[in-house]
């Protein structure tokens, strides 16, 4: 988890934690799905999530005049979730539902010809809804609700109709479409398999990835290993081995017992090992 700006950002499986841990005042009867529509996929760069939010709620306050961000969580295109409006809190999100919901804004267009959804953020938009729905002892059939099935007076239409719902969010494309009918065939069998434990996470499309971008994450992925102390297991053999001089370390002296070995590496400690002899 990471805070900052009074946001917290975490996975999904610190958030299914996270939200058995949170005491909600409110009587909750609905979850609302939104999407951003602005910012979209082309605004995030794959770490800017509290800014983007940060920004979201400075025009929420700002321009808008609410008194906080709409939303209570945002949902980014990696799967990655951020805190918003307290859940003790009613959103402002959608007019109508605001009093007994729970606002979610998944960012990206998700109207036709926009932006394609990621399968990590569909992964984590099933899987949030599951968990909210158990929290709060809701019901798939009647616990979720669009954006586009309500006026702009905050009438419910109980589906998208094009000449009276208020928008098109969450998206003419989201999870095959914004009717009813769309959700009753896609997201919410879903959304059920997920409640019951049956819900299998989709394989990551597979996309590019540069030298440049797979070196940084080697770098990274190294450097984490390095800082890890090795297991009290080992403690015994440790010992011996730098007591003989097989192990001397780096010229720093770091051993980075839980580091990979190179080639280069294997070799000269056969070196020492045959010195040894």
């Known amino acids: 988890m990471k805070t900052q700006y009074g946001f917290t950002l975490m996975t999904i499986g610190e958030f299914e934690t996270w939200l058995t841990q949170q005491k909600v005042t409110r009587r909750i009867t609905v979850i609302q799905e939104h999407h951003t529509w602005s910012p979209c996929y082309k605004q995030f ?13 400075d025009y929420h306050v700002n321009r808008a005049g609410y008194a906080d961000i709409a939303q209570n969580f945002t949902v980014f295109p990696d799967g990655m979730i951020c805190t918003g409006r307290s859940m003790n809190v009613a959103p402002a999100g959608c007019r109508g539902a605001n009093t007994n ?6 960012l990206g267009n998700f109207d036709v010809s926009c932006d394609k959804m990621n399968a990590a953020q569909k992964d984590v938009i099933v899987r949030m809804a599951a968990a909210l729905l158990k929290k709060f002892k809701l019901s798939p059939e009647t616990g979720i609700t669009y954006h586009a099935w309500w006026t702009d007076d905050g009438k419910s239409l109980g589906t998208y109709v094009a ?14 479409g914004n009717t009813r009918a769309s959700y009753d065939k896609n997201l919410k069998p879903l959304i059920v398999k997920a409640m019951n ?3 299998n ?12 971008q797979f070196n940084k994450m080697m770098d990274t992925y190294l450097a984490g290993l390095a800082k890890q102390q090795p297991c009290s297991w080992s403690e015994t053999a440790r010992k011996w081995a730098e007591g003989i001089g097989l192990i001397k370390g780096d010229d720093k002296g770091n051993k980075n017992y839980k580091s990979f ?3 280069e590496q294997m070799v000269q400690f056969l070196y020492r090992f045959k010195d040894m002899k």
Do not use: D
């Open 45 to 57: 760069n794959g770490s800017n999530h509290l800014q983007l939010q940060k920004n979201m709620r």
């Open 163 to 176: 000449s009276r719902s208020c928008k098109t969010c969450p998206g003419t494309a989201f999870f095959g």
């Open 261 to 263: 070995c190179t080639r």
């Open 197 to 199: 434990g049956t819900y």
């Open 201 to 212: 996470v989709p394989v990551k499309e597979e996309e590019e990835v540069t030298q440049e």
């Open 101 to 106: 919901g729970i606002c979610i804004e998944n």
